[in-house]
């Protein structure tokens, strides 16, 4: 799979290309109905009421139309997250925050909470063995939002890049794993667990 960040810079914005955004969105909808594996380009071409060669001409394959489709809902999901970040006063709050937006993301997107459940093979291999450009992708989101913490005086770090990772690996462990006693449905758990592991390293500045 392609990494999914060159996706997010290469597939239109949504608004910029309808034809390209119907396809997609009917794509979804047969991937979350349907499954992957049972959806064919036909399929999707039947619910968005265009042709079979429309949808290759725009997409090329299935695999490129799937990836891309992920992409789209992983931009979303980020731009949603933006304004819940942006809403919080503390940085704790801030984190705090993130991490429950991703499980109610993942456990109400109606994709992907399919493949976690009924697809497994779609979606772990790119977050576990082959999660090196996953990884990647989060992690630099992450630190973009803690950089802008740091620039802000709100927080302090010599290795931004580090805390991002360890944050990443921790939501990602989080949405795989659903049952212990840090659950992304718990508040209280996931408050604890920043305190402890993530705000020690994102100590505000002391005058």
Do not use: C
């Not at 392609?2 to 239109?12: G, H």
């Not at 949808?55 to 891309?68: H, T």
């Not at 939002?145 to 921790?170: M, P, W, Y």
Request: avoid cysteine.
């Amino acid at each position: 799979m392609v990494p999914i960040a060159e996706f997010l810079e290469m597939a239109p914005v949504v608004g910029e290309d309808a034809l390209f955004d119907r396809v997609a969105a009917a794509a979804l909808v047969e991937f979350a109905e349907h499954g992957i594996r049972r959806t064919s380009m036909e399929d999707v071409a039947r619910r968005a009421g265009v042709s079979r060669m429309t949808v290759f001409r725009r997409f090329a394959s299935k695999q490129r139309l799937v990836e891309i489709v992920i992409a789209r809902e992983v931009h979303r999901g980020m731009q949603e997250l933006d304004l819940l970040w942006e809403g919080a006063e503390t940085l704790e709050d801030r984190l705090v925050a993130g991490f429950e937006f991703a499980g109610r993301y993942v456990s109400g997107h109606p994709l992907f909470d399919r493949l976690l459940r009924s697809e497994p093979d779609v979606l772990l291999p790119p977050l576990t063995l082959d999660g090196g450009p996953v990884l990647e992708l989060y992690r630099s989101l992450i630190a973009q939002r803690l950089q802008a913490e740091v620039n802000a005086g709100r927080a302090a770090s010599t290795d931004i890049d580090g805390v991002a990772e360890v944050t990443a690996r921790l939501a990602i462990s989080l949405l795989l794993t659903r049952d212990g006693t840090i659950t992304l449905d718990d508040p209280n758990s996931v408050r604890r667990l920043v305190n402890l592991t993530l705000l020690p390293m994102l100590q505000p500045h002391s005058d």
